[in-house]
């Protein structure tokens, strides 16, 4: 039989099983090569909370899903093509995620009894064998025993064993969809070379039995090609949210040639902001891991007292924690980043799964009128460039900004087209100047200029001594004050000062379809790839619908009102239970309309657009 | 090139000329603001003393900073012509440790009281000490809410009659020093309102001290607990119930000097001097005995813990140690990465290690 070679134009491939098979790792590997074929691609990876969840059974199953194209890809895929299952739990768990007619790949020695009783199945019940995957493409193979014989000339334990049997898969994989092993190989090296050469001599070992598997075995009558993507053109690299905010923040600090500080505390999804911001001290970095949420936001207001970009990251249980120090920074009207990688909440909530329902704890979630700015990324790739907007607007500001991530966007992974540093925007930091003399007059630091920003006045500098605080102050003097008019003064500067940064960010455009018209999609934050693509589609089925996408939520741009009110339905798709929609009304009485979902997952495809076609449909019954 | 930041550029540029520095008076510390605390209250004393003590810092006013939280005394920043921050409840020590690590050039000081620091922030307190940044932090005990108008604190002894306990505190109180060794502070004193010019002395050692320096000071509240602290600072009772601490000297107190402290073994006991025990048979004080200065900080139950005997309060430097700070630790980490990692090329980073190139 000859093997057929099969282009397409997108495919999607799921990873799944036990948290110890290596998935992310697989998914990850498999990531790398195909970015660097060129194709479009983003990511998806999910797993457990728990770090050693039980080993074979549903809850500990981990599984990493990708979509690659030729054409542009901006969303994981709804559904897989390709379901890897290395065990029992794993395909329990990922099935409905497969499209109908799709291929299982499956680990036969993961449906033994013992694991076929770990994932639940009923006695004596093995759907491999009972018909129950007849609509499905089933490829059984026993991985277990391929990775052994692969392996039998090597001096290797069994455990090593085990581990490797995720590289053969991999292997299996690279044959399955045309990509070269060369990248796989050279990390491998890297990984183990020098200090554990047989395991990576293992490895590539195993690799290689996968992909030559693939070549030998007839089980499967086709290859398939997916082309390069029809990127702008470039050079690239692949990207998480989380890297990428990191990367931001490092970029800010060397562009405004300042100090950074990050106060923080461990916590998940949003740990590796920390991790990587901890390796680039070279850069001026400080980072400090503090006791808790508070001592780390409020060691980051006292590195930004004293003249250095105080940040501090976590996630939206940490955030609450942090809500009085943020206030404070908000009344010392100091520079501060405040990063919330938000997960689904309420409470502890599901840590590693993804949500959009911290906009409300971001906007008003403190005591009092505590004004600040909220920026939110769209895409892993562009959490970059909304970092390094929050560090600008906060350094030309003096004022805190909250960056909404998320956990989808901050695990996930895409190409990204990098800058070059000189392409990036100059931030300019002017401090208070010293002064000197006999009998100066008091220093007033809540003098302002016409922005109302007040000048950051730094320890260290001659003549200009002075005290701030958390409790009410004159305007000008900075003196604590209980006078009535003044706070009502105080309130309304902090509110026009966080408004007037609309004049310092850009006007909102419309990210798909027409300046006016019958619908406009608003969405914030992680669900851009999904709502284009809704959009594009619904757009191609004639229907009259536009996108526009914020990345300012507080101030909104100065042109958003307008442009809402062209349009005759305005619809906001969130993971969420309606919070922007909410915004939008009482801000612009405009009568939006809420579509939302909160399973701890991203919106999918064709699932939004039934939603979205729902609320339009909704609206013209109501009107009838 | 090694990264050089704005920030960096200002300290060199900003510079005191120490050698040069104007004299300046004590009054010349205290700033334009009315100071608001009950006549009468043992924050006033302080207050001078801080001022007092300033000129001899050999700083420029513009580099010293200080830092409170809520409470009474943490309105002292306002009344300092130095930087200041008037922060949040409890929160002192993380914010000055914030500042401290990102500049070391700066001397900080944290104001305190027994609510902000042994309730609310007693964590930051702890890691504050065990971090060993190197900050003066000046805890005003008065064992009692002030600002709150008259609660227990967690200083307040057993059985307080406060508004919050109208039948007695049942809280076992903290002991504020055996907390800071516990932490393995590195500078752990006492002091008391009522004795300026030993207050003052301390506030100067917890300047010298390179490291946390955690000085509790004896603060009388007039209003809601006049007289707490009676027993020490009463000139009748102060020689008999209080002990001065000095290194290397002999453990002596008493209206005549006739009592002193001698240790059998590990267990302290108190003897009058005269035929049987002299000087020579006392227990030498020592700063960089931890186990010792343990012991010394057990003299706060009205019996030491484990003996029938009643021990005078020791006041003075129980600990003083010499350990690498925090942020002297940090910076080198610093320094270390700029030296040997080469060039911070912002291109290569944004890079990273794997690209490919569209046409
Ligand atoms: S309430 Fe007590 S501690 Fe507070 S200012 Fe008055 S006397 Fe001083």
Known sequence: MSIKDQVREEVTIRFAGDSGDGMQLTGSLFTNTTALQGNDLRTLPEFPAEIRAPQGTVAGVSSFQLKFGSNEVLTPGDECDVLVAMNSAALKANLSLLKKGGIIIANTAGFDKKNLSLARYPDGVNPLDDGSLDNYTLIRIDVNRLVKEALSEMDISYKDQERSKNMFVLGLLYWMYNRPMESTISFLEKKFGAKKPEIAEANVKVLKAGYFFGETTEIFSSRVTVKQADLESGTYRNITGNEAIVLGMVAAARKSNMPMFLGTYPITPASDVLHGLAKHKKFGITTFQAEDEIAAVASAIGASFGGSIGVTSSSGPGIALKGEAIGLAVMLELPLIVINVQRAGPSTGMPTKTEQADLMQAVYGRNGESPLVVVAPQSPADCFMAAFDAVRVALEHMIPVMLLSDGYIANGSEPWKFPKSNDLPQINVEFAKARSGDDLEPYKPYNRDERLVRKWAIPGTEGIEHRVGGLEKEDGTGNVSYDPDNHQKMTDIRRDKRNLVAENIPLQEIDQGTESGEVLVVGWGGTYGTIRTVVHQLRKEGMDVSHAHLRFINPFPKNFGEMLSKYDQVIVPEINDGQLVRLIRSEFMVPAKAVNKVKGRPFGVSELKEMIKAAIEEKVASES | ?359
């Open chain 2, 1 to 359: 090139m090694s990264v050089q930041t704005v920030i960096d550029d200002f300290i060199i540029k900003n510079a005191a000329d120490l050698d040069n520095l104007p004299e300046y008076s004590g009054k010349e510390f205290a700033s334009d603001q009315d100071v608001r605390w009950c006549p009468g209250c043992g924050d006033y004393t302080i207050l001078k003393q801080v001022q007092n003590a300033m000129p001899e810092l050999g700083l420029a006013k513009k580099d010293i900073v200080f830092i409170s939280g809520i409470g009474c005394s943490s309105r002292f920043p306002y009344y300092m012509d130095t930087f200041g921050m008037h922060s949040i409840h409890g929160r002192a020590p993380a914010i000055a440790t914030g500042l401290k690590v990102s500049r070391s050039d700066l001397s900080v000081w944290i104001i305190t009281g027994d609510g902000d620091s042994l309730s609310i922030g007693a964590n930051h307190f702890a890691q504050l000490l065990r971090r060993n940044v190197n900050v003066n932090l000046l805890l005003f005990n008065n064992q009692i809410y002030g600002l709150t108008k008259g609660q227990y604190s967690p200083a307040s002894p057993e059985g307080s009659v406060t508004k919050s306990s109208p039948y007695g505190s049942i809280d076992h109180p903290f002991n504020p020093l055996a907390f800071s060794l516990g932490a393995n502070g590195t500078f752990v004193a006492r002091a008391m309102d009522r004795d300026p010019k030993h207050l003052k002395e301390m506030i100067l050692r917890s300047h010298q001290h390179n490291g946390a320096s955690m000085l509790e000071i004896y603060q009388n509240c007039v209003v809601f607990n006049d007289g707490a602290f009676e027993l020490f600072t009463d000139k009748k009772s102060r020689p008999t119930e209080a002990i001065y601490l000095e290194d290397g000297e002999p453990l002596i107190f008493g209206k005549d000097k006739n009592k002193g402290i001698r240790l059998d073994g590990l267990r302290p006991e108190v003897v009058e001097l005269g035929d049987q025990f002299s000087k020579d048979d006392l227990w030498v004080h020592d700063e960089k005995d931890q186990t010792k200065a343990y012991l010394l900080s057990r003299f706060f139950e009205q019996n030491a813990a484990g003996s029938e005997e009643h021990f005078p309060r020791p006041f003075g430097v129980l600990y003083a140690e010499d350990k690498q700070t925090y942020d002297d630790g940090v910076n080198m980490q610093i320094a270390h990465a700029k030296e040997t990692q080469g060039e911070a090329d912002l291109d290569a980073l944004l890079e990273g290690n794997e690209t490919w190139e569209v046409k």
